[in-house]
């Protein structure tokens, strides 16, 4: 069935580092896909989505790109910061309804 | 702003007992969604709505009912609460017309059951 695989965190990174959370998924057709972000104490945040291959979605300083070829939806940052302490989860959507969830990556921003 | 709100953030309950969490969103969405997160399985879907009194199950529906009289409101109902309940709840909405299918949050309620 349809599935998220997203990189086991935690992921802990100095300040201006760049950042790579990968993420590939199955799916069969041609699903939207997303990154969401939950900072401490809060709800999900959609953070950048995109619908078609080589479609790329961007948002706050990060970027993935859909890649049919290699089923990948790699999140990308090139300096990150203390405020993008948080944890960020890959998700498919593959039909009118439902969004399927990766288990999510904790990413940690030393200063 | 959308905002969707969680009756409670914190809450603990016996085993044995029932179960309310209630979710109101303000912006007129059609479609709401009742997820439980618990870690290193990120989110899985329980239930969802796709307008008032339509309900669907997810992919993990057992233990659960919900209720969906009112457009705004989306409750999840736990009939005899279990320790194996205690989670993080986080309700969802999101309008069937929105191009960009984004789905908005509430804060999560975490549950204990004892």
């Known amino acids: 069935g349809d599935s998220v695989t997203q990189m086991e965190g935690p992921v802990t990174l100095s300040e201006e580092a760049f950042l790579t959370i990968n993420c590939t998924y199955t799916?069969?057709?041609?699903?939207?896909l997303f990154w969401y972000v939950q900072y401490p104490g809060e709800g999900l945040q959609l953070l950048l989505k995109?619908?078609?291959?080589?479609d790329k979605g961007s948002n706050k300083g990060f970027e993935a790109t859909y890649r049919k070829e290699t089923t990948s939806f790699h999140l990308e940052k090139g300096s990150v910061q203390v405020s993008d302490s948080a944890v960020y989860f890959c998700?498919?959507?593959?039909?009118?309804?439902?969004?399927?969830f990766g288990s999510g990556t904790r990413l940690s921003i030393r200063p | 702003d959308v905002k969707v709100t969680q009756s409670s953030r914190y809450l603990v309950k016996r085993t044995g007992e029932k179960v309310f969490l209630e979710c109101v969103q303000d912006?007129?969405?059609?479609?709401m969604f009742w997820y439980r997160q618990d870690p290193g399985l990120g989110l899985r879907l329980i239930y969802f709505?796709?307008?008032?009194?339509?309900?669907e199950k997810g992919d993990i529906p057992e233990g659960y009912s919900v209720s969906r009289e009112k457009k705004e409101r989306f409750s999840l109902i736990l009939e005899s609460a279990s320790t194996n309940q205690t989670s993080m709840y986080l309700c969802?909405?999101?309008?069937?017309?929105?191009?960009?299918?984004?789905?908005?949050f509430g804060p999560g309620t975490r549950l204990l059951v004892l």
């Open positions: 709505s796709y307008d008032v009194k339509m309900k």
């Open positions: 969802a909405s999101r309008s069937s017309q929105d191009p960009k299918e984004t789905q908005y």
């Open positions: 912006m007129d969405h059609e479609n």
């Open positions: 995109a619908t078609k291959a080589d």
């Open positions: 998700a498919l959507k593959p039909s009118a309804s439902k969004i399927i």
């Open positions: 799916a069969t057709g041609y699903p939207s």
